[in-house]
């Protein structure tokens, strides 16, 4: 049974970030939205009894502050301090654009505009994950999951021999999906669909030990009551 092969492993929560600011000057703040969801995925967890023994986060200001909401509702007197990981930090989605795409870039704040957007990232990504691209001020891809392998390589080390620990991680899409890529073994082409499709706030579930990594859960929004609060971007 799939439930007893998991028996004594922990279990790792990667919550991408709450609704941040699409088509703002700084993409990099969470919207009051953004922020609700947060809360609302830490009350869900208090009421289930959920806690963790240890924290791990990106370094951006939306991983930062998805945190500070999510345990603002999730209110566990000793919840340890997270441990921030640069490699969880997310790509720059604008150079990725603009090493594809040498005409002027036009804010997402239409749908017309959000759906040129997300094309241009789509194709951006591919090239980028290829090789064919180099983006601005970016490492390649393959430094990039190396980044995102070792945070879960030192999770394991430190962790994973720890029977039925609960870890959360707060970052972002594009680590997020390179995660579950890895642990599943994905082409690019369908690690690049993981990471479209991851909603904000969504739970993805790796059961873990320090030998072994295996996928759950996806971009569960199983806190999220109300609809309205979904969101993608």
Known sequence: MPGAMMAGMGTLYLVRHGQASLGAEDYDQL??????????LGRYWRERG???DAVLSGTLKRHQQSLIALSQGLQQADLPAALACPGLDEYDSEALIRAVHAGPLQRPQTPEAARAHFRLLREGLAAWMAGRSRPQGMASYADFSAGVAEVLRQLQQRVGE?????VLLVSSGGPISTAIGQVLGTPADATIELNLRLRNSAVSEFAFSARRMALQTFNSLAHLDDKAMHSFA
């Open 31 to 40: 919207s009051e939205l953004g922020r609700r969801q947060c809360l609302a």
């Open 50 to 52: 959920l806690g963790f």
């Open 162 to 166: 720890q029977a039925q620990a609960r």
